[in-house]
T-cell receptor, first 112, second 114 residues
Framework: ELKVEQNPLFLSMQEGKNYTIYCNYSTTSDRLYWYRQDPGKSLESLFVLLSNGAVKQEGRLMASLDTKARLSTLHITAAVHDLSATYFCAVDDTGTASKLTFGTGTRLQVTL | GAGVSQSPSNKVTEKGKDVELRCDPISGHTALYWYRQRLGQGLEFLIYFQGNSAPDKSGLPSDRFSAERTGESVSTLTIQRTQQEDSAVYLC????????????FGQGTRLTVV
């Protein structure tokens, strides 16, 4: 059974600081997704990572994928308050290509 | 519409009643997913439809849960004899093709069983 673990589960950081969220998964997969969820809202797609070594950047967020280590990271550079949200990684279940298994989420709070 | 549309947005029902949740995917999207999100938790996969293939029902938690999809359009998730533990947000998502493109999520239906 595919397991996806994120850490930390909760992250409080000051504006202007850098930090990294980690996503580990238990089976081989080269398809990983990052989503953002604001309170009471649905999920917004951030990044789609489809190969080993993939790196994508959007604004202050950068995501990478290391399929050998079964690890993806979401790096936050010079955080701003607007980035406060819950971030989920999700892994494509190899062999079925039909569903995403989500991590438990990292709740990010950026303080002024 | 431009995005995935779900209805109702909120539903309060009495324990033991049946409920039906609706999802309109993005036009042209062949893959459709249902997920459940309990308060403060991640998403649990429920069921997946891809074109005319047999759906993947492996995530349905019990036989009280069922889902249908009409061709490549509307899907309904039905929960019979609702229980309090069914209270959650039910999210629907669609994508152009499973596994290779990003899934776009609807706003969800918040179900409360009292």
């Amino acid at each position: 059974e595919l397991k996806v673990e994120q850490n930390p589960l909760f992250l409080s950081m000051q504006e202007g600081k850098n930090y990294t969220i980690y996503c580990n998964y238990s089976t081989t997969s080269d398809r990983l997704y990052w989503y953002r969820q604001d309170p009471g809202k649905s999920l917004e797609s951030l990044f789609v990572l489809l190969s080993n070594g993939a790196v994508k950047q959007e604004g202050r967020l950068m995501a990478s994928l290391d399929t050998k280590a079964r690890l993806s990271t979401l790096h936050i550079t010079a955080a701003v308050h607007d980035l406060s949200a819950t971030y989920f990684c999700a892994v494509d279940d190899t062999g079925t290509a039909s569903k995403l298994t989500f991590g438990t989420g990292t709740r990010l709070q950026v303080t002024l | 519409g431009a995005g995935v549309s779900q209805s109702p947005s909120n539903k309060v029902t009495e324990k033991g009643k049946d409920v039906e949740l609706r999802c309109d995917p993005i036009s042209g999207h062949t893959a459709l997913y249902w997920y459940r999100q309990r308060l403060g938790q991640g998403l649990e996969f429920l069921i997946y439809f891809q074109g005319n293939s047999a759906p993947d029902k492996s995530g349905l938690p019990s036989d009280r849960f069922s889902a249908e999809r009409t061709g490549e359009s509307v899907s309904t998730l039905t929960i019979q004899r609702t229980q309090q533990e069914d209270s959650a947000v039910y999210l629907c998502a669609s994508s152009l093709m499973s596994g290779y493109t990003e899934a776009f999520f609807g706003q969800g239906t918040r179900l409360t069983v009292v």
